[in-house]
T-cell receptor
Framework: DAEITQSPRHKITETGRQVTLACHQTWNHNNMFWYRQDLGHGLRLIHYSYGVHDTNKGEVSDGYSVSRSNTEDLPLTLESAASSQTSVYFC????????????FGQGTRLTVV | TQLLEQSPQFLSIQEGENLTVYCNSSSVFSSLQWYRQEPGEGPVLLVTVVTGGEVKKLKRLTFQFGDARKDSSLHITAAQPGDTGLYLCAGGRNAGNMLTFGGGTRLMVKP
């Protein structure tokens, strides 16, 4: 069965370190998204990609970057981790950009100390 | 201020009660989705509504899209403990081609 997987599921890192969260999907979807989830804020879009070599900033993109070198993967990099980036991060993919189901990974809980 | 406001933020009810969750905005959406999320998992789609005034039913869950496509509601009849979770609405806008999520409603149904 097709799926979307995130790794690691949990990570603790120190302030100032670079961190990369992996996202891999086997749906062959062109559209991939990274969200962060914090209490009271629902899901906020960090970055998104509509295809290979395409990346776009979402509403909370400062301090984050993504790259899309193939269809399956959209890694999220925190250039210099800050305590404000402690959150649960979700990756998602979809067939269309909107109006269709977004399939989510199980999330990565990141703690910056 | 979020583009999509959900209310209530928290709801604790007894098994068998009915409830309604609201998702409101001043913006028009081309579609409105409802997701349910359990602890430690990613959100899972329940329904997508695309036409103003549209009503969809999923067993005991009834979803409605407002006539002006600015708001939506989720009504659960005879809630069960298995309905416990975080309910998220998400609006799709043609401008920007992206989904915008509400803040979520955390529902607890006590047996």
């Amino acid at each position: 069965d097709a799926e979307i997987t995130q790794s690691p599921r949990h990570k603790i890192t120190e302030t100032g370190r670079q961190v990369t969260l992996a996202c891999h999907q086997t749906w062959n979807h062109n559209n991939m998204f990274w969200y962060r989830q914090d209490l009271g804020h629902g899901l906020r879009l960090i970055h998104y990609s509509y295809g290979v070599h395409d990346t776009n900033k979402g509403e909370v993109s400062d301090g984050y970057s993504v790259s899309r070198s193939n269809t399956e993967d959209l890694p999220l990099t925190l250039e210099s981790a800050a305590s404000s980036q402690t959150s649960v991060y979700f990756c998602a993919s979809s067939v269309q950009r909107i109006n269709t189901e977004a399939f989510f990974g199980q999330g990565t809980r990141l703690t910056v100390v | 201020t979020q583009l999509l406001e959900q209310s209530p933020q928290f709801l604790s009810i007894q098994e068998g009660e009915n409830l309604t969750v609201y998702c409101n905005s001043s913006s028009v959406f081309s579609s409105l989705q409802w997701y349910r999320q359990e602890p430690g998992e990613g959100p899972v789609l329940l329904v997508t509504v695309v036409t103003g005034g549209e009503v969809k039913k999923l067993k005991r869950l009834t979803f409605q899209f407002g006539d002006a496509r600015k708001d939506s509601s989720l009504h659960i009849t005879a809630a069960q403990p298995g309905d416990t979770g975080l309910y998220l609405c998400a609006g799709g806008r043609n401008a920007g081609n992206m989904l915008t999520f509400g803040g979520g409603t955390r529902l607890m149904v006590k047996p």
